[in-house]
C-alpha cells in the first residue's frame, strides 16, 4: 500500500481561458498490489497500462433481476419527482440518471459494501475508500442520449475538489451491452494524460452538465489527438459484466435509438487519502448528491 499527503496545491489546472498543453500524469493508475485484493499481478498491470478492466459475469443473473427491478422501483418512486438526485433527459422527460442511490436503496448499499467490490476497489486505490459518487443510467431505449467525451476526473478535479485521481469507477451492466445501444467508448491508455479543457465553470453548472456536458470537455483537436495515439475500445458485455475505469480516462457514449435499453450501475471509490478540498475551477462546490463530502471509510 502506498500512501501519499492529500495536497490542495492545483497540479492540474484546467477550465482555463486559454488551450494549454496536455498534462503527462506522474500518479500511479494502481496503488496496491497484487498480495492486497483479488486481482492479479497480471491484471493490474493490464490496468495501469490500459485504465480498465472488464470482469465479466461480475454479478449473477439472480442480481441482475434484484437491482433491475431497483432500478424499476427508483424511476417510477413518486417520492423522487422533483427530487435534485433524479435527472430527466432533456428531450422527452424519461429518466436519465438517478444519484446518490446508496442512499435511496439498501439492496444497493449492500453491493457498495460488498467483499467483491471493496476489496478490488481498495485495491486499486490502495487504501480504505469511500463512496465519492454512485448513479444509476438507464440509457432509456430509443431516445436515450448519450455523454460526449470527457474524462471524470477533470471535471471531478474543477468542480468537486479532487485533488489527483486516485479514485476508481465501477460500471456494472444491468442489461446487455450491445455496439449499437449506447454503448460506452473509452480511449485505452487516455488515463496517463490529463486534458486541461477551455471555458469558465458556469455556477451551478451541474444543473445542465448532467443531462448535456458543456464545460470541461475537450477539444475536437484534443480528442483526435487522444484518439489518434490511443484508439477507441467499446466496451461491451453481458447484463452482469463490470468494467472498473480509471477516473482520468477519456470515455464517452453514444446516443441509444435501438429497442435495447443500457442500463447500469455507477459507483465511484475515491480514496480517504484524496479527500475533496474546495473546487479547483468552479465558484461553490457541488452538491453532496453528487458529490459526497462524508469521507468516512466505507465498509
Ligand atoms: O459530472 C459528473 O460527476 C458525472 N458526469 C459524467 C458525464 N460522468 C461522470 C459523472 O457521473
Ligand atoms: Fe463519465
Known amino acids: 500500500m502506498t500512501t501519499t499527503a492529500t495536497t490542495s496545491e492545483d497540479l492540474f489546472p484546467t477550465r482555463l481561458t486559454t488551450p494549454s498543453d496536455f498534462i ?11 498480495d492486497d485484493g483479488p486481482f492479479s499481478a497480471s491484471e493490474l498491470e493490464a490496468h495501469e497500462k490500459r485504465g480498465f478492466t472488464i470482469t465479466d459475469d461480475f454479478i449473477s443473473a439472480d442480481d441482475v433481476a434484484l437491482y433491475s427491478s431497483e432500478l424499476d422501483r427508483l424511476a417510477a ?11 430527466t433527459e432533456r428531450t422527452t422527460g424519461a429518466v436519465r440518471s438517478v ?21 478490488r476497489a481498495r485495491q486499486i486505490v490502495g487504501s480504505e475508500v469511500y463512496l465519492h459518487q454512485t448513479r444509476i443510467n438507464y440509457m ?26 486516485r479514485s476508481v469507477s465501477l460500471s456494472i451492466a444491468l442489461t446487455d451491452n450491445y455496439p449499437f445501444n449506447g454503448g460506452l467508448m473509452v480511449m485505452p491508455g487516455s488515463h496517463r494524460t490529463f ?10 453548472n451541474h444543473e445542465q452538465s448532467l443531462q448535456a456536458q458543456e464545460a470541461g ?11 489518434d495515439k490511443y484508439g477507441i475500445d467499446q466496451f461491451t458485455g453481458d447484463a452482469g ?7 482520468n480516462i477519456m470515455h464517452g457514449s453514444g446516443n441509444n435509438i435501438t429497442p435495447y435499453a443500457r442500463s447500469n450501475v455507477f459507483m465511484v471509490f475515491n480514496s480517504v487519502e484524496n479527500a475533496l478540498v474546495e473546487p479547483f475551477a468552479a465558484s461553490a462546490p457541488r452538491p453532496e448528491h453528487i458529490a459526497n463530502r462524508d469521507f468516512t471509510p466505507i465498509s
Open 24 to 34: 503527462a500524469r506522474t500518479q500511479p493508475t494502481v496503488w496496491g498490489s497484487a
Open 217 to 227: 470537455v475537450p477539444s475536437h483537436a484534443a480528442i483526435t489527438a487522444l484518439a
Open 140 to 165: 432509456p431505449s430509443f431516445t436515450g442520449t448519450g455523454f460526449y467525451w470527457h474524462s471524470d476526473f477533470e471535471t471531478w478535479h474543477a468542480e468537486d475538489g479532487m485533488p489527483i485521481p
Open 241 to 247: 459484466s463490470a468494467l472498473w475505469f480509471d477516473s
Open 77 to 87: 418512486d413518486s417520492s423522487l419527482k422533483g427530487d435534485p438526485r433524479l435527472i
Open 99 to 119: 444519484f446518490e442511490v446508496e442512499k435511496l436503496s439498501s439492496v444497493l448499499s449492500a453491493l457498495a459494501r460488498s467483499p467483491k467490490v471493496l476489496d
Open 195 to 204: 486534458v486541461p479543457s477551455v471555458g469558465e465553470t458556469p455556477d451551478n
